[in-house]
């Protein structure tokens, strides 16, 4: 049976804390900054957690 090979687009958006857990990024904070309030742009520069309904189908794709 062949190796399973890596989503290399999930391998750039997500990352695996040493406890296991999936970190993603948030969406809306790349361009049209200006009319979203500062308090909404410094919460979407934070890492956020993949959620469980999420979690199955990422591991599957970076083969953990």
Partial sequence: MNKRKTNRS???????????????????ARHIMTKKPRKRVRKLTTAALVSRADKRRVKKMLNL
């Avoid at 999930?10 to 040493?18: D, E, W």
């Fill in 10 to 28: 999930a391998a750039k958006r997500f990352k695996v804390t040493g406890s296991g857990k999936i970190v993603r990024r948030h969406s809306h």
